[in-house]
């Protein structure tokens, strides 16, 4: 019964390192996913005015890309409800050099 017992929790261990691993694989995936969304929608929506390198910057500067993107659609950037949601994500899940 004891044997029993510890195949029962090997088994078990053995379930979750698959499915944990499983869902780290599908959760960097995702990052690639929505990083290339992002460069896509700012390749799209953000390069009529000003060249890409000027996004990065403000980026990597650490400015509320928020705050930046708000004042971009004041000025006219045309962005739908899914290039908000994708920026969004984005700006919040990508690390930043802080000043």
């Known amino acids: 019964m004891q044997r029993r017992g510890a195949v029962m929790q090997k088994l078990i261990l053995m379930v979750v390192t698959i499915l944990g691993g499983a869902a780290l694989a599908f959760g960097a995936a995702g990052s690639k996913d929505a990083d290339s969304k992002a460069h896509d929608v700012i390749k799209k ?8 390198d000027r996004v990065s910057a403000a980026f990597k500067a650490g400015r ?9 659609e004041k000025k006219g950037a045309k962005l739908n409800d899914e290039d908000k949601s994708t920026l969004d994500f984005y700006w919040k899940q990508t690390p930043v050099l802080k000043k």
């Open 45 to 52: 929506k953000c390069t009529g005015c000003h060249g890409e």
């Open 64 to 72: 509320d890309m928020k705050a930046i993107q708000r004042e971009m």
